[in-house]
Every structure is written in structure tokens, then in C-alpha cells.
């Protein structure tokens, strides 16, 4: 998934939000709008590899149809 980093490397935090969003975006919208919305809050706080990573796994237009 992640070039250079393994998921046993990612901060506890981020692997939460990976499984929330791997578990419910492709079933609930809803859910994925609400957890793209909690992605935005966390930007600031992740470094550029893991913030690319995030938000391609999300795809913003598709999510914003759904707030």
C-alpha cells in the first residue's frame, strides 16, 4: 500500500483510521464523508507519505455527494 513503510510502521492513530476507512467506504457513504471529514482535521498532523497516501484512498468529489 505504502512505499517505504509497512503497516507494522504506522503510528497506532493511523492505522485506526486506515481500517475505518477500508471497512466502510465502499459500503457507507455517509460513514466515508464523515471519516474524509476527520481526515481534513488530522492534515495537518500527518507527514506528506501518509497524507497521500489518505486521501487518494478517499475519493473526495465521490464523498463530497454524500455530506
Known amino acids: ?3 517505504g513503510a509497512s503497516a507494522a510502521e504506522w ?3 493511523l492505522k ?5 476507512l ?3 467506504v465502499t459500503t457507507n457513504r455517509s460513514c466515508a ?5 476527520e481526515l481534513l ?6 507527514d506528506d507519505s501518509y497524507r497521500s497516501v489518505l486521501f487518494r484512498a478517499v475519493n473526495p468529489v465521490a464523498v463530497a455527494k454524500h455530506y
Open 1 to 3: 500500500m505504502m512505499r
Open 11 to 13: 503510528p497506532a492513530p
Open 16 to 20: 485506526d483510521v486506515f481500517s475505518q
Open 22 to 24: 477500508f471497512n466502510t
Open 33 to 37: 464523508a464523515r471519516l474524509y471529514s
Open 41 to 46: 482535521s488530522l492534515k495537518s498532523d500527518l
